[in-house]
């Protein structure tokens, strides 16, 4: 500390003659800066320590005396995510034992901004009513199942499930070779 | 100045006191990302971690509710800490192997342990030996009779993991009425105007 004291006087024009005279002021412009640097660095690390989190709710565990909840063709939309990154989704229900409804015509699509979102606004414009049912099957990411959930929360979706997918469905992405 | 530095220092000090670093994690885990803004809640968290290898971790953020949940799956399976196991234990941010095993993973030293992290097994989670739902259900009666707060689920899964594996979490805390979780998530900035 005396060696800084010392040397801090040196500063001024005509210091010689009272270089005798030693000041009692410290240069404090180090400590401050080491200070600032310490202040940012622990302000910065508080607020990126805590992670965000995607809320999930599920479906309470069914009990026997309740039923399915029926899903009207004209609402339903199913999406299923699929190896790759891929994303197939149709419109209405698969139901290929029952003759009368017609098979579902199977679209592929991707998770970028021109994908799966414009499908999703541009059904909700025409369907307001629309529910999703998001089948993940074996061969997808964890990532692809969060995207996809993030989709839902950007376009606003009101009702959406994810649920297993069906063999049904297995049999219509390989039917349609996409 | 020195009023400017009184409150810099004041503020090193008090950022210093209030930053909790991050203890090591057992696993690292590359979380996909998301516009959600939600924060994860500061305490009573149980922290489910997926890997890319299928492996499933358990943790729990308070020491005494850690200490208290392995007492009490411990005692299910029979197994024995001593005091001193258990307090290393609390040591650790998350577990993933069986409750035999643990043991003699508490007993190494912390480079050994490093070692052997790679190699943890995970908690067993089928259904003839499902220690995962012990090991919350421990925990959030623990947390229940130690601070009176509910606890939250947080699920982080690795990017890459497999959909079966966080479905098959899910499932088995759906088993046990347990149907609200957080999925950890990086931030994403919002598109711009996709909605309307």
């Known amino acids: ?178 | 100045m020195t009023p400017m530095v009184d409150l810099a220092f004041l503020l090193v000090t008090f950022f210093m006191l209030t930053t909790k670093f991050a203890p090591e994690e057992t696993v690292v885990v590359d979380t996909p990302s998301s516009i959600s803004d939600i924060k994860l809640p500061e305490n009573n968290v149980i922290t489910l971690t997926v890997d890319s290898k299928k492996r499933v971790f358990f943790g729990v953020d308070a020491p005494q509710t850690k200490i208290q949940a392995l007492q009490k799956v411990a005692a299910k399976y029979g197994v024995n800490f001593t005091a001193a196991q258990a307090k290393e234990f609390s040591n650790i941010p998350n577990i993933g192997m069986p409750i035999g095993q643990i043991g003699s993973y508490l007993n190494m030293d912390k480079e050994a342990r490093k070692q052997v992290n790679a190699q943890q097994p995970g908690v067993p989670l089928d259904s003839l030996n499902n220690q995962l739902i012990d090991w919350v259900i421990a925990a959030r009666t623990a947390n229940q009779a130690i601070f009176h707060k509910p606890t939250y689920i947080a699920i982080k899964g690795d990017g890459n993991a497999d959909v079966p594996t966080v479905q098959k979490v899910i499932k088995v805390l759906q088993e046990k009425d347990i149907n609200r979780f957080n999925l950890i998530t990086d931030m994403e900035n919002k598109p711009v105007a996709a909605a309307r």
């Open chain 1, 1 to 178: 500390m005396s060696e800084i004291q010392a040397k801090d006087t040196s500063g001024g024009k005509g210091g010689k003659k009272r270089a005798k005279k030693m000041s009692t002021k410290i240069d404090m412009t180090p400590m401050v800066d080491l200070a600032f640097l310490l202040l940012t660095f622990f302000m910065l690390t508080t607020t990126f320590a805590k992670p965000n989190v995607m809320q999930l709710t599920m479906p309470v565990k069914k009990t026997d005396d309740v039923e399915d909840t029926k899903i009207k063709a004209s609402e339903a939309m199913t999406i299923i995510l699929g190896k790759d990154n891929k994303v197939y989704y149709y419109f209405g229900l698969n139901t290929p034992l029952d003759k009368t409804v017609p098979k579902p015509e199977l679209l592929v699509t991707n998770f970028s901004a021109s994908g799966i979102r414009q499908v999703l606004l541009t059904r909700l414009r025409q369907q307001p009513k629309t529910i999703i049912l998001i089948k993940p099957t074996e061969d997808s990411k964890y990532r692809n199942m969060v995207d996809i959930l993030d989709e839902m929360n950007i376009t606003n979706q009101k009702k959406y499930a994810l649920v297993k997918v069906p063999k049904d469905d297995l049999d219509l992405i390989k039917a349609s070779a996409l």
